[in-house]
Nanobody, 115 residues
Framework: QVQLVESGGGSVQAGESLRLSCRTS????????MNWYRQAPGKQRDFVAA???????NYTDSVKARFTISGNNAWNTVYLQMNSLSVEETSEYYC?????????WGRGTQVTVSW
């Protein structure tokens, strides 16, 4: 059974940092790309960052230069380093991968940023 498990969320003050992790298990296919999304209460789930197996990355404009996505050598864990967090970035953060047009999502980890 494919599982993606996020961790590392928590409560921080504006300007502080967090590092999220997404660990995969039960993967029986080759992962080519891992993504991070976030969803604030009452809002749609938005793309944040992605990394390909060959290491190319892309980010939504609002997080460029503050967030960094990376993966471990075994390619079973992906990280999202988030710096200079703002209150508006309070959200549930999810990781996702896709195989043969099927999306696999984790259950999310909550990030709360306060003044």
């Amino acid at each position: 059974q494919v599982q993606l498990v996020e961790s590392g969320g928590g409560s921080v003050q504006a300007g502080e940092s967090l590092r999220l992790s997404c660990r995969t298990s039960g993967i029986n296919f080759k992962i080519h790309r891992m993504n991070w999304y976030r969803q604030a209460p009452g809002k749609q789930r938005d793309f944040v960052a992605a990394i390909s197996r060959v290491g190319s990355t892309n980010y939504t404009d609002s997080v460029k230069a503050r967030f960094t996505i990376s993966g471990n050598n075994a390619w079973n864990t992906v990280y999202l380093q988030m710096n200079s967090l703002s209150v508006e970035e309070t959200s549930e953060y999810y990781c996702k991968t896709t195989n043969k047009s099927r999306n696999y999502w984790g259950r999310g980890t909550q990030v709360t940023v306060s003044w």
